[in-house]
């Protein structure tokens, strides 16, 4: 049980800086992933993946989507890589994915990182882009087609109370991404979202 692990609340403590989640948002957040754990489970369903796709999920989290990412790949010899610029959430999702072995974790900045070109088959864009300064929104969508291989697919998901379909289609457009598919709904707790499915021009 994750909130029963001293350990976790170890890391938590120390020199916890003020944008790192509070044990509050953390535990409602497992819980929010846990009640709504059907919602996570149909999206990962209803994305086109054969399974043995090398995964970027960033702005991974607490690790819910991750999860069931990597379930879906573990059969086939498919990778999650978890991105996220929280040292907290880094270690929750750690602990939320450790049965799985095809998961990695990387912390820190994506544009620090130093992902090599063209090297992973689907990014996966789950709730992420409007939590992102408005500056940074361009320089973040380029990194992300950068790391894209040719004919690779990004999934995004966004509540469109935070950012606009407008925005997503500028950001979308300036790095050449083609819309395969759209769509809109409604979850109680985000309201109206958008769900793109996006991909990078072959060759």
């Known amino acids: 049980n994750l909130f029963k692990d001293s350990s976790f609340y170890g890391i938590e403590a120390e020199g916890m800086s003020p944008s790192e989640p509070s044990k509050v948002e953390i535990a409602l957040t497992v819980l929010a ?10 999206y990962v369903d209803s994305l086109d993946l054969a399974g043995n796709e ?10 819910t989507p991750a999860r069931y990412l990597a379930r879906r790949l573990l059969k086939n010899g498919g990778q999650v890589t978890c991105v996220d610029v929280s040292r907290v959430w880094m270690e929750v999702a750690r602990q939320r994915l450790s049965r799985y072995t095809n998961v990695i974790f990387l912390q820190g900045e994506l544009e620090s990182l130093d992902l090599s070109d ?8 789950h709730f992420v882009l409007h939590d992102i300064p408005s500056e940074r929104r361009m320089s973040v969508m380029s990194e992300l087609a950068r790391v894209l291989k040719s004919a690779g697919k990004l999934y995004l998901r966004e509540p469109l109370r935070f ?4 925005e997503v289609e500028q950001l979308i457009a300036a790095n050449r991404l083609v819309l395969e598919r759209a769509s809109r ?3 109680p707790t985000q309201g109206v979202i958008f769900s793109g499915v996006y991909q990078k021009p072959a060759g």
């Open 33 to 42: 992933g846990a009640l709504g754990s059907s919602m996570y489970r149909d």
């Open 54 to 63: 090398q995964i970027l999920d960033y702005g991974s989290g607490s690790g």
């Open 118 to 125: 063209s090297s992973f088959d689907v990014v996966f864009v």
């Open 163 to 166: 950012i606009s379909t407008v």
């Open 185 to 187: 709904g409604e979850i």
